[in-house]
């Protein structure tokens, strides 16, 4: 039997790929002053492989391929969707920050680009293996790009630090998978899910599941798996950074989700508590140490631990019925204006690094009055991360205590009154900022400000991420109805 | 004019907010503009506000006037639907009125850094915050309000504000947050009891306790309770607000004080007692202890007081402690007083929050030991400011008088059920706590403005009261003794609503 194969689901898919081919031989015959075209490809790959997404959640029709191991449904394409314009964004805040240094312009994009396509393969993926193939095709391209900066030793030991762990992740998730394989005999989600509804399943299938979601723990930096990621982000170029904290992180929440609902979904006891750990002790060590944090970077990198942990937790105290609806709608939701608030904030980091030349956390001093559309951004994004409304994050947050309500065993309270005492402590530190750019002079700077023009492409991701965080914020209803459509149940 | 009755909630609580954007795309070299702006925005705002005033029906007071109610977030069935009955009329128009008086008083008495443009649109922002949560009529949507207002306060007080500026304006904020995190848990507990589940105010409140067993309910209770106690704050929770109120700018303080403190003590009124009635009834006596503790403690703290402002302060901690009173004895007749006192409190609160600031911009200090016969250097501000000192303390005649003594008579008898020795404790409590009022505002009044002037400012030039300050205090002077005299104008509106509360709670409690 020949594959069925459906060009139009994959539509998304091909018109990436073959980006990114070209991408890659084009930047053979340009000369060096016109290697920056290649991010232009890059770019207008990107927007084309939205338009399939289009068509396809306007047809409607959930498409299985594959023998059911690829399944292109709406909540395959919320997630695509989103995950093309974080690559977009992501495109957007790095033209000047690539083509400004003497780095490689095509490789860039073609590593990029490779790992988007992970991330579109991984929203559709329904089976252990294409699961795990789109994870690698995530990660191998940022391994590179972490240690983009050849000559500086934090960038390499960003990029060696990420790679051993993420190795290591791989390797513990496949020990993992395998079990899972043993035991149920096939690696669909949807007949392991039949599996994991028995009465009688051996304890080896917990272990099998903890081993798997222990390996996503590692890409999606949850305590005590997060070692590598307040490093990992500082050494790496700032946009590679953005692209991690938001991307790849949503590509493991993104694989957790599947599995979770697709696979393990009789199985709660055996990964309840296990997440609800793991969401505890994220948000509540994500937010201490970013409290100690002096390097703007480092500490935006533990607020995104700490947020990873709000983002676990409606799935650690998810029930049948209702609550798991609402606990799932939380996930995406809380992804989608995650990645909006994050890269509007990383995007300000760019920006004010182009005057500065510095990460320093004090160099932010009177940016109020040195640049205060810079400074009126940044805080609007930190603000956002903090929940407080009327910014987008506070929707997050609240749908994310909703669903956790809507579990409703005392499990669940207890972990809806850790997040909300931790939504304050983060207040703290997003602040804190805050307060540097607006309540101290810029004296206090430390650093001899350059008059540097925000380029066209960042002041595009700019605005775009403020709209989103303040649009959202004022009118949750356009988010919420995607995380509604995008629940298969 | 069907049209006004239906937009009317939506243009006061979204004019300011328009009125910002207005601001903000003006360059901060044009002044003039910003504040004409602003003040056109705040005047319009406050016709709205008289406008509804006028087209309210006073003989329903009860019921729910200018209702909008149009879908908004569905998904987790929050409703865009607002409007004003007659508990939250007066504070609304109050607010307004305020507003505009605030922009009147900064037209040249800018704080330092010298920044109009923010500081007005902080001030509008503020504006629609305030107005949004006294007309907000959904958990959500008030929640939304209620937050709405930390974000200015949190600048106005950090950027403008006093030499500690950065740790007060941090404390108010984490304080706040600290308490509406946990008011957001206890709405959502509320939703998810709900049947059907809403977030609808009127709807839940006539659920009337939705035959909750009483643990659950006093647990939702609590969430609730931190968030409004901190907010107004009740003692043990009040120590953001000496600090709060010291640092910042006059027209700062004059804000908090007159009107972000009535959101905790309206959110009791509007959510908290009818929505879980039960939980009330059991609490109510904590909430009176609480509140005579801090009539007490609030009165000892202003007589060590040297500064002005944090006396002042203190002062506010011990008013809403009355103003608490009224609401724990749950009766119509304590939370009609409630409701008046926190309109007084605010008219009078801030007049002396204004009179500081003055104070402070003429002698460049508010150390009270410092200062001295204000009423020979400046005679017209020294007057007043022992007007404003005579209302605070309550004398007849005057606003005060009708918040606090009303207050405390209610504690006499409170509502059915709730141990009556234990109110007329309070009430005895609470009535030193007048006398101790009296002695406090009376001494700083003598300290500041009589005997002689202070060698230190003797020959100084002191300017009396400015002509922006005459039209800022003008209209606030007149309210409270107006109201003083004829406190029936507000107690009219009110006492239709309240009676509809206090009816709806003795139903549920049966």
């Known amino acids: ?489 | 004019m069907d049209w006004f009755d239906s937009w009317a909630v939506t243009l006061a609580v979204f004019l300011p907010a328009a009125g910002m954007v207005i601001v903000l795309a003006i360059p901060k070299t044009q002044e003039r503009a910003l504040k004409l702006t602003t003040l056109a925005t705040t005047l319009a705002t406050l016709a709205v506000g008289i406008a509804m005033l006028a087209r309210f029906d006073y003989d329903r007071t009860g019921l729910l006037q200018f209702q909008v109610n149009k879908s908004w977030i569905d998904v987790i069935h929050s409703r865009y639907h607002m409007g004003v009955d007659g508990i939250s009329l007066p504070l609304l128009l109050m607010t307004m009125l305020i507003t505009v008086m605030c922009v009147i008083y900064t037209w040249d008495h800018f704080p330092d850094p010298r920044t109009p443009k923010a500081f007005l649109a902080l001030i509008l922002l503020l504006e629609t915050g305030m107005n949004g949560t006294f007309c907000a009529q959904d958990l959500i949507l008030f929640f939304i309000f209620f937050e709405l207002v930390l974000l200015p306060m949190f600048f106005m007080i950090g950027v403008w504000g006093g030499p500690n500026r950065e740790y007060a304006s941090i404390k108010f904020f984490l304080f706040t947050l600290f308490g509406s995190a946990l008011m957001l848990l206890s709405f959502l507990a509320l939703f998810f009891l709900s049947s059907p589940q809403t977030f609808d105010i009127p709807r839940l409140a006539h659920q009337g306790g939705m035959g909750l067993v009483a643990s659950t309910q006093n647990l939702i209770f609590a969430g609730m309770f931190l968030g409004f106690a901190i907010k107004v704050p009740m003692f043990p929770f009040h120590t953001w607000l000496p600090d709060a109120h010291t640092e910042a700018p006059t027209v700062g303080s004059v804000l908090l004080a007159a009107v972000l403190l009535k959101l905790g003590a309206y959110g009791f009124i509007r959510i908290a007692l009818p929505i879980l009635p039960q939980a009330a009834h059991d609490w109510a006596p904590w909430i009176g202890l609480l509140a005579v503790i801090g009539i007490i403690y609030g009165a000892l703290c202003c007589l060590a007081q040297r500064d002005m402002k944090r006396l002042i302060a203190f002062s506010s901690v011990a008013h809403m402690g009355f103003i608490m009173l009224g609401i724990a004895t749950l009766t119509n007749f304590g939370i009609n007083a409630a409701i008046f006192g926190m309109v007084a409190h605010g008219l009078i609160t801030g007049m002396l929050f204004f009179l500081a600031g003055s104070v402070q911009e003429r002698y460049e200090t508010r150390e009270i030991s410092r200062l001295g016969g204000l009423l020979v250097q400046a005679p017209r501000l020294g007057w007043i400011l022992g007007f404003c000192a005579m209302a605070s303390l309550g004398l007849p005649g005057l606003a005060g008088f009708w918040g606090e003594f009303p207050a405390m008579l209610s504690a006499y008898d409170p509502a059915a059920g709730i141990s009556q020795i234990t109110f007329r404790v309070y009430m005895v409590v609470a009535a030193i706590g007048t006398v101790l009022a009296a002695g406090y505002l009376l001494w700083m009044f003598q300290r500041v403005a009589m005997g002689k002037v202070k060698s230190e400012f003797e020959g100084a030039h002191v300017h009396d009261v400015h002509w922006p300050e005459w039209l800022a205090w003008t209209p606030l002077l007149i309210g409270i003794v107006v109201l003083g005299i004829y406190p029936n104008l507000i107690f009219r509106i009110t006492d239709g609503a309240v009676t509809n509360l206090a009816h709806g709670m003795a139903r549920a409690l049966g």
């Not at chain 1, 496949?174 to 599996?195: A, C, E, N, P």
């Not at chain 1, 998810?318 to 992804?335: C, H, K, T």
């Open chain 1, 1 to 489: 039997m020949s594959p069925v194969f459906d060009y139009h689901a994959l539509a998304p898919e091909l018109i990436l790929t073959a980006t990114i081919v070209v991408v890659l031989v084009a930047d053979f015959f340009f000369g060096e002053r016109e290697r920056f075209q290649t991010s232009r490809i890059a770019t207008v790959g990107v927007l084309a492989s939205l338009v399939p997404i289009l068509t396809l959640a306007a047809d409607g029709t959930t498409r299985t391929m594959f023998g059911g191991a690829y399944v292109v449904d709406d909540y395959a394409l919320a997630l695509k969707g989103f995950f093309l314009l974080v690559a977009y964004i992501t495109l957007l805040v790095s033209v000047d920050y690539i083509g400004e240094g003497d780095y490689y312009q095509g490789e860039y994009y073609f590593l990029l680009l490779s790992s988007v396509l992970g991330l579109i393969v991984m929203a559709s993926a329904r089976d252990l293996i294409t699961i795990f193939v789109a994870l690698e095709l995530i990660s191998v391209p940022t391994y590179v790009l972490a240690g983009w900066r050849k000559h500086d030793t934090k960038s390499n030991e960003a990029a060696i630090k990420y790679y051993l762990f993420g190795v290591l992740s791989s390797a513990v998730m496949l020990y993992g998978m395998s079990f899972i394989f043993g035991l149920s005999g096939s690696t669909l989600l949807s007949k392991i899910g039949q599996y994991a509804t028995r009465p009688d399943l051996p304890p080896l299938f917990a272990v099998a599941i903890f081993l798997t979601l222990v390996g996503f723990a590692f890409k999606i930096s949850a305590v005590p798996f997060h070692f590598w990621a307040p490093d990992t982000y500082e050494g790496a170029p700032t946009p590679v950074t953005a692209f991690l904290s938001v991307a790849s992180k949503a590509g493991g929440f993104v694989a957790i989700l599947s599995l979770v609902y697709f696979g393990f979904f009789g199985t709660q006891t055996a990964w309840q508590p296990v997440l609800w750990a793991l969401a505890a002790a994220s948000m509540t060590l994500g937010n201490l140490t970013a409290l100690r944090q002096t390097n703007i970077v480092r500490l935006l990198a533990y607020s995104s631990i700490a947020q990873g942990g709000f983002i676990l937790a409606p799935l650690a105290v998810a029930a049948d019925g209702n609550a798991a609806r609402s606990a799932f709608e939380a996930v995406v939701i809380y992804l989608l204006i995650y990645g909006a608030m994050n890269l509007g904030a990383f995007a300000v980091v760019i920006a004010v690094a182009r005057r500065t030349r510095s990460g320093e956390i004090s160099s932010y001093s009177g940016l109020g009055q040195t640049a205060p559309l810079l400074a009126l951004l940044m805080s609007g994004f930190l603000f956002s991360l903090a929940g407080i409304p009327p910014l987008a994050g506070w929707f997050a947050k609240f749908v994310m205590f909703r669903a956790i309500f809507n579990g409703g065993t005392p499990a669940a309270y207890t972990l809806g009154v850790i997040a909300a005492v931790n939504s304050v402590i983060a207040l703290f530190y997003y602040a804190g900022v805050v307060r540097r750019m607006w309540f101290r002079d810029p004296s206090e700077a430390g650093v001899e400000q350059v008059p540097a023009r925000t380029p066209p492409a960042l002041g595009i991701a700019l605005t775009i991420s403020a709209a989103v965080v303040v649009v959202i914020g004022i009118y949750p209803q356009l988010f919420a109805r995607i995380g509604e459509v995008a629940f298969p149940g």
